[in-house]
T-cell receptor
């Protein structure tokens, strides 16, 4: 079945770039997503990418997709303490279908 | 409403009891999803509705779990004979009919089974 894997923890210094990685198994993935979850809060969509794209940039966020290796990454430029949260990668493989989530990467930003 | 609303935000119950969790999606969103999130884990898919009907209920763990959406708007997740292992945050999400399948999530209902 579909599976999405992420490393569990990442720690960076304020002002540095953060790169969060994700791998997935479903070769028919259509869309891939990054969601952010702050303590005690629901999931907030950060960005998503269509599977025929290699890269998408949105302000401080850059998403890179390597479809051949089934690898997705999220780069956050100039990381701030307010970026500390859990980041979830997710994929869906058809229009209107369910999203499959990874277990989340906890990003800790130290001043 | 402006966002996805879930009630109650917290529910504590005893093992064996029946529980209902409610989700009020964004007005006009045709699809509604239920996920379960255990501590330290990612959201786990349970069921999703397209209108009034369940389009995919493959994530429901067993027949103690049931969900309805009778008028294509509000949905209720029902858990019978609760077990301690059912303790989790239950997340609801909704989306529009078209587009990139972007889900908007509610804040969740935290269920604790003692």
């Amino acid at each position: 079945g579909e599976d999405v894997e992420q490393s569990l923890f990442l720690s960076v210094r304020e002002g540095d770039s953060s790169v969060i990685n994700c791998t997935y198994t479903d070769s028919s993935s259509t869309y891939l997503y990054w969601y952010k979850q702050e303590p005690g809060a629901g999931l907030q969509l950060l960005t998503y990418i269509f599977s025929n794209m290699d890269m998408k940039q949105d302000q401080r966020l850059t998403v890179l997709l390597n479809k051949k290796d089934k690898h997705l990454s999220l780069r956050i430029a100039d990381t701030q303490t307010g970026d500390s949260a859990i980041y979830f990668c997710a994929e869906s493989n058809n229009q209107g279908g369910k999203l499959i989530f990874g277990q989340g990467t906890e990003l800790s930003v130290k001043p | 409403g402006a966002g996805v609303s879930q009630t109650p935000s917290n529910k504590v119950t005893e093992k064996g009891k029946y529980v209902e969790l409610r989700c009020d999606p964004i007005s006009g969103h045709t699809a509604l999803y239920w996920y379960r999130q255990s501590l330290g884990q990612g959201p786990e898919f349970l069921i999703y509705f397209q209108g009034t009907g369940a389009a995919d209920d493959s994530g429901l763990p067993n027949d103690r779990f049931f969900a309805v959406r009778p008028e294509g708007s509000v949905s209720t997740l029902k858990i019978q004979r609760t077990e301690r292992g059912d303790s989790a945050v239950y997340l609801c999400a909704s989306r529009t009919a078209s587009g990139a399948n972007v889900l908007t999530f509610g804040a969740g209902s935290r269920l604790t089974v003692l």
